[in-house]
């Protein structure tokens, strides 16, 4: 009713020109009220005939009425509007559906501004100033309003529950540890939020960096779109490629959301300041695994036609690579192709074999990523989560600027092996590359595998990828963490094996090196590392 109240006086209260409350409120004879200013500007407007009216009632002056303000209307409008500003002021005070409701109010509830952890209560501003006032509530723990205190109570000892059981994966209280819990293993709630929080991180840092790959796939895929362009006379060519185009991108936009949401869940878990809460929430929120339709597509952007003849013979090239990235994308099996071998110097079939070619690799400080640290005397790097220059490593037009790789020091020519330790949880690459490699960006010119100046492994933690000139080759073989790699320059041959009791060859490629080789690692995830080991000749077998 007050309302309702409120609402009427309002309109009784508003101009009829402007349809706003009255400024300035002139009374005419005729008894209707106007704002000032509104009732001269209509009056202006009728200067030219002489003849002035009420723009309700109609009535007629035959002269100009002089304007007086009434001082009773001001103080009523004057009334009105702190009325309705305090009505609307206490409104947002109130707890709605959405809003955490202070347990100590009666009646209507206001908003909860905090939650405390000792009293197990939510206070609004005004039932919360104990909290302040009073030396022993100031040692009580206040957090943001939460509608699951009760989830931080033990059921059975009624008490808070500040204690995580790694035997049975479950908060407890103090008294549990002495009961049904005694013996196992347990620790503060507030140390296993710290150890899953970083467990949280890595997980943002993969979801965040499949983000930036599909993005950067959804950014092919719609130069592609664009690009297809075909004449008459491979109309149904066109129509085809655009419609596998539509798909990819649906199909990676949605990976996208999904992905963009997950984080989301995430960084919302992270910001928790609770402990117990974020204990609660962690194994239904942080369970992630990486679907098996969700690797990376190849993409090759098309060029546009210039006549009918170089039209067909661009889409005699697009089915071929059509058939030939299904070939690779799908492929388990044919992990090693059926490469020829040098005749004159055969490849070594021993370990002591190869070492019998062992090179010592440092890396060059010039040339890593300003987020790679290089030790062990520059043969290692590793990702960290900060610049590593200047002062450790100056600008350098060597450098990579994007892309988290470095190259060696060393070229190499004729015929080398050596052998690489990585540690990480996926996408680390062991890669060689010609000198000339760009060094700026992140495009095709200087990302390893993705040109045709450099040829790459990339090493997950059960599955391997070769890449070169942007044609990705799934792999299977052992699973290792020390990778050994043979070069035979002038035989153009580049094989990868896999090294633990036994050697295991995953990949050899068979080319034309035009140019010495340099060694280059490309490290994916934070704290990533790659080595070169320091061989030492031996003659016996693997």
Not at 444 to 472: M, P, T
Request: hydrophobic fraction near 30%.
């Amino acid at each position: 009713m007050a309302q309702r109240g409120n609402q009427l006086n309002s309109e009784k209260l508003s101009c009829s020109i402007c349809l706003d409350l009255l400024k300035d409120p002139v009374t005419i004879s005729c008894g209707h009220s106007y704002c000032m200013n509104c009732i001269k500007t209509h009056w202006d407007g009728e200067d030219r005939k002489r003849i002035y009216s009420c723009p309700q009632c109609k009535k007629i002056f035959t002269s100009r009425p002089e304007l007086v303000k009434s001082v009773m209307l001001a103080e009523l409008v004057e009334e009105q509007k702190k009325t309705g500003l305090q009505a609307a002021a206490a409104d947002l005070c109130y707890a709605g559906p959405e809003d955490v409701a202070c347990d100590v109010c009666t009646g209507r509830k206001m908003k909860s501004v905090k939650s405390c952890l000792r009293c197990m209560i939510s206070y609004c501003e005004q039932h919360l100033q104990p909290h302040y006032d009073s030396p022993p509530l100031k040692k009580h723990k206040l957090m943001e309003p939460s509608k699951n205190l009760q989830e931080n109570i033990c059921s059975r000892h009624d008490e808070v529950m500040k204690v995580f059981c790694h035997t049975d994966q479950q908060l407890v209280c103090y008294f549990c540890t002495m009961d049904e819990h005694k013996g196992h293993e347990t620790v503060p709630a507030a140390a296993e939020r710290t150890k899953k929080q970083k467990e949280l991180e890595v997980s943002r840092l993969n979801i965040q960096q499949r983000i930036q790959d599909k993005e950067k796939d959804v950014e092919l895929l719609q130069q592609e779109k664009k690009s297809l362009d075909v004449k008459q006379q491979i109309r149904s060519q066109q129509k085809a490629e655009e419609s596998r185009v539509k798909e990819l991108q649906k199909k990676l936009e949605q990976e996208i959301k999904d992905l963009k949401r997950k984080d989301a869940e995430l960084k919302k878990l992270s910001d928790t300041p609770d402990h117990t809460q974020f204990l609660h929430n962690y194994p239904s929120v942080s369970t992630f695994s990486e679907s098996s339709h969700s690797s990376r597509i190849n993409i090759h952007p098309r060029r546009h036609f210039k006549d009918v003849t170089a039209a067909v013979k661009e889409v005699r090239d697009q089915i071929q690579d059509i058939l030939r990235d299904s070939r690779t994308d799908i492929s388990m099996a044919g992990t090693q192709p059926d490469v020829p071998l040098s005749d004159s110097q055969p490849e070594p079939t021993t370990r002591a074999g190869f070492l019998k070619y062992a090179r010592q690799i440092t890396l060059d400080p010039n040339t890593p990523h300003r987020y790679l640290l290089l030790s062990e005397g520059n043969r290692k790097a590793t990702l960290m989560n900060q610049q590593q220059y200047p002062p450790l490593y100056p600008p350098n037009p060597e450098r990579f600027a994007e892309c988290q790789q470095v190259l060696s020091k060393q070229s190499l020519t004729g015929r080398c092996y050596w052998e690489v330790e990585w540690r990480g949880i996926r996408g680390v690459e062991v890669a060689v590359a010609y000198k000339n490699i760009s060094r700026e960006g992140r495009s095709d010119e200087c990302q390893f595998g993705f040109n045709n100046k450099s040829w790459a492994l990339r090493c997950y933690i059960d599955k391997y990828k070769f890449l070169h000139n942007r044609v990705k080759t799934l792999l299977s073989g052992p699973r290792s963490s020390r990778i050994g790699i043979y070069l035979d320059h002038s035989a153009g041959i580049l094989s990868f094996y896999s090294v633990s009791k036994t050697m295991t060859l995953l990949h050899r490629v068979q080319t034309t090196f035009t140019e010495p080789l340099l060694v280059g690692f490309h490290l994916w995830n934070l704290h990533n590392s790659a080595e070169f080991i320091k061989l030492k000749s031996s003659n016996s077998s693997v």
